[in-house]
């Protein structure tokens, strides 16, 4: 069993920037796909960056270039580094891993908003 706690939202202004933690408890962390997901009100979850057990990434168009997923292993600890935050990116953020096709764990979810 896996156990995922994020941190780090909250409110900030356009183009101001954020870094979210998702702490993982439990065993396997290394070789578990992590990624951030975000659902906006009326809007499906949908992913925003992974980062494979080997440390190749992968990010959602929309915030290529602003936002930046790491993993330390030694400390359990997926990041998301958010820069230039944009209203749209206004969301609940979640931590997810995933351990081949078989096991997803599911954080409860961070709330961010971008607003003046």
């Known amino acids: 069993q896996v156990q995922l706690v994020e941190s780090g939202g909250g409110l900030v202004q356009p183009g101001g920037s954020l870094r979210l933690s998702c702490a993982a408890s439990?065993?396997?962390?290394?070789?578990?796909?992590m990624g951030w997901y975000r659902q906006a009100p009326g809007k499906q979850r949908e992913l925003v960056a992974g980062?494979?057990?080997?440390?190749?990434?992968n990010y959602e168009d929309s915030v290529k270039g602003r936002f930046t997923i790491s993993r330390d292993n030694a400390k359990n600890t997926v990041y998301l580094q958010m820069n230039s935050l944009k209203p749209e990116d206004t969301a609940i953020y979640y931590c997810?891993?995933?351990?081949?096709?078989?096991?997803?764990?599911w954080g409860q979810g961070t709330q961010v908003t971008v607003s003046s």
């Open positions: 997810n891993a995933r351990f081949g096709t078989k096991y997803s764990y």
């Open positions: 439990g065993s396997g962390f290394s070789s578990s796909a």
């Open positions: 980062v494979a057990p080997g440390g190749s990434t």
